[in-house]
């Protein structure tokens, strides 16, 4: 018998840290400032709906769902690789029960492990048996946990009544549009009355069984969260005209996620060509959006079978090989995780009194502009990594009004050792057409070379700010920039 093996050996109290948690990609609560205290107290542990939350407690996807009831034009689910982070992508499938064995041997081996989501690799209601089967187990043998749907939302009329028997309270539907003309460039076909339907008619079925699924969800106080795939040129000029839809019929939160697709993953638009939307073009949709619905900006497009903090993966460490040698003592393991999550919950209410006075310090008048900042953090909220050793930054605003995060970029490691750091003008040319918009870039240390660089690209390095906190750091420079008299010039700048 193997004992129970609490990764990262935290003690009971104290609050786990690592990849992107502790407030490193996200400092405010203004994503949730204007739900009412009621959606607020159900959200406010979900890493995937609080953008504050995402940062302490963790998530996972078990891979139960293979097969699908439509076919969408930016989607392989045949595509597999384990370095890979995108939707529909899966290493493992689990059948019911082994899918309950990984949940509660993750949730008792990282107790901030908070909710569990059936996405994939195909439409968890299009596999009914396999999907309800897990929920129901685990409803009962793991109470603690949150259980979370993400639907393409073309069953979901018929399963509603079914998601209330279970500790689900979350459903997501990806809704790209709500016009069949732009579904059916989205969406070859759809499965509907044992056939498939092409063309505009199958896309207007979807479409009308998914607003017809938002409805009865909120009739049912079951929260709605509603993801867009932006897709340049086909719906990116229509998903203002969603959100407003969606919101209107009850959705709390939409996540505009760009597309993602490339040649060697096979899809339709990958092999079309189809580009995703530059993170200028992103920010500026979800910004239009914003105006209507409360946006999720944290989103990671994380994979069917995801384990872990968002921004990392851990998945490795459960296989269902080391998964099946372990035995789990659940009772004892929901009272560690317990503690854990109150340790957490006191360090959130902590954060939260300090941030109402962070700025107090320096009024900056109301009509300065706003300021885009990159940060390099491997985590705990601090800005504590080398520029060349950043895979990810994290995008920061900062205006008269405070501090708030805005997006994460991916780029190419600059340095990644040896002979190759440095490498050429081509990687830091990559790093700074990611970094569109933003004026400076906030490290704790970075080379010479680079510097010039960016300096000249109008991106100011700067490494005065190493292992502080990154709301503190990001409002200090915003601070010297206005002091320094450069916050009145004309240039052309990202806002947010």
């Known amino acids: 018998m193997l004992e129970l093996k609490v990764l990262g050996d935290h003690s009971e109290t104290e609050v786990p840290q690592g990849g992107c948690s502790s407030g490193s990609c996200g400092s405010t609560d203004d994503q949730l400032s204007h739900l009412s205290e009621s959606v607020r107290q159900r959200v406010f542990n979900h890493p995937c709906y609080s953008e504050q939350a995402h940062h302490h407690f963790a998530r996972m996807h078990v891979a139960v769902a293979p097969a699908c009831n439509i076919q969408c034009n930016y989607c392989n689910r045949k595509y597999d690789?384990?370095?890979?982070?995108?939707?529909?992508?899966?290493?493992?499938?689990?059948?019911?029960?082994?899918a309950v064995k990984k949940t509660m041997a993750v949730a008792a081996n990282i107790p901030q492990m908070t909710v569990l989501g059936i996405a994939g690799p195909g439409d968890p209601l299009a596999n009914p048996n396999k999907t309800f089967s897990t929920f129901r187990m685990l409803t009962e043998q793991a109470p603690d946990i949150?259980?979370?749907?993400?639907?393409?939302g073309l069953a979901l009329p018929d399963y509603?009544?079914?998601?209330?028997?279970?500790?689900?309270?979350?459903?997501?539907?990806?809704?790209n549009c709500v016009d069949p003309e732009i579904g059916a460039k989205i969406y070859p076909w759809?499965?509907?009355?044992?056939?498939?339907?092409?063309?505009?008619?199958?896309a207007k079925i979807l479409i009308d069984r998914q607003q017809e699924g938002l409805e009865k969800l909120v009739e049912?106080?079951?929260?709605?969260?509603?993801?867009?795939?932006?897709?340049?040129?086909?719906?990116?000029?229509?998903l203002a005209e969603v959100s407003r839809v969606v919101k209107s019929k009850g959705a709390f939160l939409h996540n505009v996620m760009p597309l993602i697709a490339e040649p060697e993953h096979g899809t339709y638009f990958g092999l079309m060509e189809q580009r995703g939307p530059t993170p200028k073009e992103l920010q500026e949709l979800q910004d239009e959006c914003s105006g209507d619905m409360n946006m999720m900006r944290h989103c990671r497009q994380c994979r069917a079978d995801a384990v872990g903090l968002l921004g990392e993966d851990r998945g490795?460490?459960?296989?269902?090989?080391?998964?099946?040698?372990?035995?789990?003592?659940?009772e004892a393991a929901m009272?560690?995780?317990?503690?854990?999550?109150?340790?957490?919950?006191?360090?959130?209410?902590?954060?939260?009194?300090?941030?109402?006075s962070v700025n107090a310090d320096h009024a900056i008048p109301a009509e300065t502009r706003p300021v885009l900042m990159a940060i390099a953090s491997q985590g705990g909220g601090l800005v504590n990594q080398h520029f060349g050793h950043a895979k990810e930054f994290l995008v920061y605003e900062a205006s008269p009004e405070g501090v708030r995060f805005i997006s994460h970029r991916k780029t190419d490691l600059y340095c990644t050792g040896g002979d190759t750091c440095g490498d050429g003008d081509s990687l830091l040319g990559g790093i700074i057409k990611a970094l569109e918009g933003c004026e400076a870039v906030l490290c704790s240390k970075i080379g010479y070379e680079p510097w010039e660089t960016?300096?000249?690209?109008?991106?100011?390095?700067?490494?005065?700010?190493?292992?502080?906190?990154i709301e503190d750091a990001v409002w200090a420079v915003y601070v010297e920039m206005y002091q320094n008299g450069k916050l009145t010039d004309n240039q052309t700048q990202m806002t947010a």
Request: hydrophobic share 35%; net charge neutral; aromatic share 4%.
């Open 81 to 98: 690789c384990a370095n890979e982070s995108r939707p529909g992508v899966v290493s493992e499938l689990l059948t019911p029960k082994q």
């Open 220 to 238: 049912r106080d079951i929260l709605v969260k509603v993801n867009s795939v932006m897709l340049p040129g086909i719906n990116d000029k229509h």
């Open 160 to 175: 509603a009544d079914e998601l209330t028997k279970h500790n689900i309270d979350h459903v997501t539907i990806t809704i």
């Open 190 to 202: 759809v499965f509907w009355n044992n056939k498939r339907v092409r063309g505009v008619e199958g």
């Open 316 to 330: 490795a460490e459960f296989t269902m090989e080391k998964i099946e040698a372990m035995e789990i003592d659940y």
């Open 335 to 356: 009272v560690k995780r317990k503690k854990v999550h109150d340790a957490i919950n006191a360090e959130l209410a902590k954060a939260t009194t300090q941030s109402q």
């Open 146 to 152: 949150k259980l979370c749907v993400s639907t393409n």
């Open 454 to 469: 960016l300096e000249s690209a109008g991106i100011m390095p700067n490494g005065e700010h190493a292992m502080e906190k």
